[in-house]
């Protein structure tokens, strides 16, 4: 059974910096893509950064240049560096995991492990 695990949410003010982390278990192919995603209520998820083990990084336009991707692959560990937070980035962020697959451009596409969350919050 694969379980991922994000940590690092938290309220900041606008311009702070937050750094997310996931944490895989499990059986967890060396090909993969994980994937973040957020969620306010009331709008649709958005994928916000992924990364696979091809080596592609993608991050929604409204991020570039404020977040960066990291990963550990021995670990199954992925983290996102949020820096510059503005009150739009606030939402519940969610990891998710396509075993076995690549990641598909514009973060579509089935994944078929999630995380629990961690909520961002930024205040202005």
């Known amino acids: 059974q694969i379980t991922l695990v994000e940590s690092g949410g938290g309220s900041v003010q606008a311009g702070g910096s937050l750094t997310l982390s996931c944490v895989g278990t499990?059986?967890?192919?060396?090909?993969?893509?994980m994937t973040w995603f957020r969620q306010v209520p009331g709008k649709e998820r958005e994928g916000v950064a992924s990364?696979?083990?091809?080596?592609?990084?993608t991050y929604t336009d409204s991020v570039k240049g404020r977040f960066t991707l990291s990963g550990d692959s021995s670990k199954n560990s992925l983290y996102l560096r949020m820096n510059n937070l503005k009150p739009e980035d606030t939402g519940m962020y969610y990891c998710?995991?396509?075993?076995?697959?690549?990641?598909?451009?514009?973060?579509?596409?089935?994944?078929?492990?999630w995380g629990h969350g961690t909520q961002v919050t930024v205040a202005s």
């Open positions: 998710a995991l396509r075993n076995g697959g690549f990641c598909y451009s514009s973060f579509t596409g089935t994944f078929t492990y």
């Open positions: 499990g059986y967890i192919y060396s090909t993969r893509c």
């Open positions: 990364f696979d083990t091809r080596g592609l990084t």
